[in-house]
């Protein structure tokens, strides 16, 4: 059973705006959680993390938020960027053991 | 080049035979990982490795073989391909179990017949 869930295959938006990937978990041990970014025929790349102890995390243009009561977490962008087009992972883990990750969201940043 | 390679990147193998997935890294990290990546089920770990000639199972470790008898190679072996098996495998490394950011390399798209 998938413990860590991308409901949205896919997401279109426009250059200049906001793109808001989310993310969602069943196991309420998990405390650690990543987002990688994956280019076609390359393997994925480290994006930002962040804690259970965190609600927010920033980087950048990129902003990671985590509501724990809901077991949600979001990854926004903000202004999307055409090179911003890859599919975006989010992965979670409790301390010392393996990450789950998810089915991926498909992030298109038209021009 | 300094990072983590795989090999061979493609590879088209029939059912029953044995096939080795070779993975390097040129870090010194001490854990390595095997992933597969399926359409619906994102990236799952097959095996771990903490250190040379120790090495741990993952979520789907059935069919599949490890070793590690070097920190900087992970091989992954596919004792008798079976069609689920097709699918894009990545390796990574990591320096530490705490240190969670994974680098993974550039993947191996296998197709079982």
């Known amino acids: 059973d998938q413990q860590v869930k991308q409901n949205s295959p896919s997401l279109s938006v426009q250059e200049g705006r906001i793109s808001i990937l989310n993310c969602d978990y069943t196991?309420?041990?998990?405390?650690?959680f990543l987002w990688y970014k994956k280019y076609p025929a390359e393997g994925p790349t480290f994006l930002i993390s962040i804690s259970s102890i965190k609600d927010k995390n920033e980087d950048g243009r990129f902003t990671v938020f985590l509501n724990k009561s809901a077991k949600h977490l979001s990854l926004h962008i903000v202004p999307s960027q055409p090179g911003d087009s890859a599919v975006y992972f989010c992965?979670?883990?409790?301390?010392?053991?393996?990450?789950?990750f998810g089915t991926g969201t498909s992030l298109t940043v038209i021009p | 080049d300094a990072g983590i390679t795989q090999s061979p990147r493609y590879k088209i193998t029939e059912t029953g035979r044995q096939v080795t997935l070779m993975c390097h890294q040129t870090?010194?990290?001490?854990?390595m990982f095997w992933y597969r990546q399926d359409l619906g089920h994102g990236l799952r770990l097959i095996y771990y490795s903490a250190a040379a000639d120790i090495t741990d199972k993952g979520e789907v470790p059935d069919g599949y073989v490890v070793s590690r008898s070097k920190t900087e190679n992970f091989p992954l072996t596919l004792e008798s391909a079976t069609r689920s098996q097709t699918s894009v495998y990545f390796c990574a490394s990591s320096e530490s179990w705490a240190i969670y950011e994974q680098y993974f390399g550039p993947g191996t798209r296998l197709t079982v017949t």
């Open positions: 992965a979670a883990s409790d301390t010392g053991n393996q990450f789950y």
């Open positions: 196991n309420s041990m998990f405390d650690y």
């Open positions: 870090w010194s990290h001490s854990y």
